[in-house]
């Protein structure tokens, strides 16, 4: 009993009620997403202060409860996170405007792509089109309708095709600099040689050499396994109703924001500037009008300036709901309990068996809140801090294990992922509306998904092996001795 009074924040009965506000969000996170198939940030946002308030009825210092909540949520962390978000919302709407996609079937088509070859580049196409808009969900209900169609009438295995849509939507979310998954997993690393959290273009720079090879093996795999269909009659005119060149043009506000993320450091920076140049090319090559941007439609205001920041708040106030519930768990002690409990066990007192720690918790966290990467990195990313610290680990190594691992197989189990869910329910209307295509199950589906199962293997042989593990020097500096 004196050991739990030290904390602020009290329950009745057992401090282990500080869970509540966690465990409800779960429950909220099963019942959306795996039983009734319904991807809503909004909703999970709800089921996070529908949390909070309950767990408030079991505190017994009901004020220090709201204080540790109030605390958590105006973090530096989670304030961060919050306007980064916010920001790169319009970036993210831009490009989905903008006919990427389009650009892609007329370069495909121009080539001469068909069966395997063309599931090959849906594949490199999903990547760069996700790392250049950092939004998977939107890669899966943009890029679906028009490069799935046309692949199926090159010749592509329906499978296989959907699987490579699916790996590169997640390709782009473990990657992207805008990604609300690498945002999340970069914030709530911490350097201890030094003030702040890890920063993205590091981070970024880091995982790279990761994901192109898991990228690469997976390349292999489309090609050689993503043909066997056949090529449809009246192919041609469908394809030249789904292509524009101009497409293609706006990857140029990509490279201009991966240039200025890498060279500054400065996330800000790289948005605006990505933003700047994508309304500069889009204007000027005719891919959108002004009234794209931001403009007054049936008395209501649009564009995506404004469609791309209302879009991230349902994420940000589910990010809120989220650290307000972490605040609770570190001022009542429950947070510290749960990290020393973890650390005491024999696979904690090495850093190989702390990084496979980091990995089975990123997992088992991303399957209990159904696939959700964001979700889990969020929940799962304090522990992994605290965990991988005690080992000295560099953040940028701490950051990677936790987002690898959760967009590995726990991101497209077939009978819980959000993505898998997604991906089905885009594919069926054009099931309905097509007498070409056929139904995919989710099973299907996931046996195509190769790059998220070859991203396990290869984070695997990482950690085993000891390949490229660093750890944290003076001030910052990444070092592969560990001077603790």
Same mark, same amino acid.
């Given at each position: 009993?004196? +050991?739990?009074k030290?904390?602020? *924040?009290?329950?009745? %009965?057992?401090?282990?009620?500080?869970f509540?506000?966690?465990?409800?969000?779960? @429950?909220?996170?099963?019942?959306?997403?795996?039983i009734?198939?319904?991807?809503?940030?909004?909703?999970?946002?709800?089921?996070?202060?529908?949390?909070l308030?309950?767990?408030?009825? $079991?505190?017994?210092?009901?004020?220090?409860?709201?204080?540790?909540?109030?605390?958590?949520?105006?973090?530096?962390?989670?304030?961060?996170?919050v306007?980064?978000?916010?920001?790169?919302?319009?970036?993210?709407?831009?490009?989905?405007?903008?006919?990427?996609?389009?650009g892609?079937v007329?370069?495909?088509?121009?080539?001469?792509?068909n069966?395997?070859?063309?599931?090959?580049? /849906?594949f490199?196409?999903?990547?760069?089109? /996700?790392?250049?808009?950092?939004?998977?969900?939107?890669?899966?209900?943009t890029?679906?309708?028009?490069?799935y169609?046309?692949?199926?009438?090159?010749?592509?295995?329906?499978?296989?095709?959907?699987g490579?849509?699916?790996?590169?939507?997640?390709f782009?979310? !473990?990657?992207?600099p805008?990604?609300?998954?690498?945002?999340?997993? /970069?914030? !709530?690393?911490?350097?201890? /040689?030094k003030?702040? !959290? &890890?920063?993205?273009?590091?981070?970024?720079?880091?995982?790279?050499?990761?994901?192109?090879?898991?990228?690469?093996?997976?390349?292999?795999?489309?090609?050689?396994l993503?043909?066997?269909?056949?090529?449809?009659? %009246?192919?041609?005119?469908?394809?030249?109703?789904?292509?524009?060149? #101009?497409?293609?043009?706006?990857?140029?506000? *990509?490279i201009?924001?991966?240039?200025?993320?890498?060279?500054?450091?400065?996330?800000?920076?790289?948005?605006?500037?990505?933003?700047?140049?994508?309304i500069?090319?889009?204007?000027?090559?005719?891919?959108?009008?002004?009234?794209a941007?931001l403009?007054?439609?049936?008395?209501?205001?649009?564009?995506?300036?404004?469609?791309?920041?209302? %879009?991230?708040?349902?994420?940000?106030?589910f990010?809120?709901?989220? $650290?307000?519930?972490?605040?609770?768990?570190?001022?009542?002690?429950m947070?510290?309990?749960?990290i020393?409990?973890?650390?005491?066990?024999?696979?904690?007192?090495?850093a190989?068996?702390? +990084?496979?720690? @980091?990995?089975?918790?990123?997992?088992?966290?991303?399957?209990?809140?159904?696939?959700?990467?964001?979700?889990?990195?969020?929940?799962?990313?304090?522990?992994?801090?605290?965990?991988? &610290?005690?080992?000295?680990?560099?953040?940028? #190594?701490?950051?990677?294990?936790?987002?690898?691992?959760? !967009?590995?197989?726990?991101?497209?189990?077939?009978?819980?992922s959000?993505?898998?869910f997604?991906?089905?329910?885009?594919?069926?209307?054009?099931?309905? +509306?097509?007498?070409?295509?056929?139904?995919?199950?989710?099973?299907?589906?996931?046996? %195509?998904?190769?790059?998220?199962?070859?991203?396990?293997?290869?984070?695997l042989?990482?950690?085993?092996?000891?390949?490229?593990?660093?750890?944290?020097?003076?001030?910052?500096?990444?070092t592969?001795?560990?001077?603790?």
């Open positions: 009993m004196k +050991e739990q030290k904390y602020p *924040v009290e329950f009745r %009965g057992s401090q282990l009620f500080a509540i506000p966690m465990i409800i969000f779960l @429950i909220f996170c099963v019942v959306y997403f795996v009734f198939k319904v991807f809503d940030m909004n909703a999970l946002a709800v089921g996070g202060f529908v949390g308030l309950v767990g408030a009825l $079991f505190a017994k210092t009901y004020d220090e409860y709201w204080n540790a909540a109030l605390g958590g949520i105006g973090s530096s962390t989670s304030v961060s996170i306007v980064i978000l916010l920001v790169i919302g319009m970036f993210t709407k831009l490009m989905a405007v903008s006919g990427v996609s389009y892609f007329w370069l495909a088509y121009k080539i001469g792509m069966g395997g070859i063309f599931t090959g580049f /849906t490199l196409a999903s990547c760069l089109i /996700t790392t250049a808009t950092g939004s998977s969900i939107g890669t899966l209900s890029v679906f309708p028009i490069l169609p046309a692949g199926i009438l090159m010749g592509g295995n329906p499978a296989v095709l959907s490579a849509i699916l790996s590169g939507a997640i782009g979310d !473990n990657l992207a805008i990604s609300d998954v690498t945002i999340a997993s /970069t914030t !709530n690393q911490r350097f201890r /040689t003030e702040g !959290n &890890a920063d993205i273009a590091g981070t970024v720079g880091y995982r790279l050499k990761y994901a192109l090879t898991a990228g690469a093996l997976s390349f292999v795999f489309f090609v050689v993503g043909g066997g269909g056949t090529t449809q009659n %009246g192919a041609e005119e469908i394809l030249q109703a789904n292509m524009d060149p #101009r497409g293609l043009i706006m990857l140029l506000p *990509v201009c924001l991966l240039l200025v993320s890498i060279k500054t450091q400065n996330i800000f920076k790289a948005v605006t500037t990505g933003l700047v140049s994508g500069m090319i889009g204007v000027a090559s005719g891919a959108f009008g002004l009234d941007i403009s007054i439609q049936d008395g209501n205001a649009a564009g995506f300036i404004y469609t791309g920041f209302t %879009g991230m708040i349902g994420i940000c106030l990010c809120i709901a989220l $650290f307000g519930a972490m605040g609770i768990l570190e001022k009542s002690g947070m510290n309990q749960m020393q409990s973890i650390s005491d066990s024999p696979f904690a007192k090495s190989r068996g702390a +990084e496979l720690l @980091i990995a089975a918790g990123s997992m088992l966290t991303t399957v209990l809140v159904g696939g959700v990467t964001s979700a889990s990195v969020l929940t799962f990313g304090p522990v992994a801090d605290e965990l991988g &610290a005690k080992h000295n680990i560099h953040p940028y #190594r701490r950051a990677n294990i936790l987002t690898g691992f959760a !967009n590995s197989f726990p991101a497209i189990l077939p009978f819980i959000a993505f898998i997604i991906s089905v329910s885009v594919i069926e209307p054009l099931v309905e +509306e097509s007498s070409y295509l056929t139904a995919v199950t989710p099973m299907q589906i996931f046996s %195509g998904a190769f790059y998220p199962m070859l991203l396990f293997v290869v984070l042989i990482s950690i085993l092996s000891g390949w490229d593990r660093i750890y944290e020097g003076e001030d910052g500096k990444i592969k001795i560990n001077n603790k």
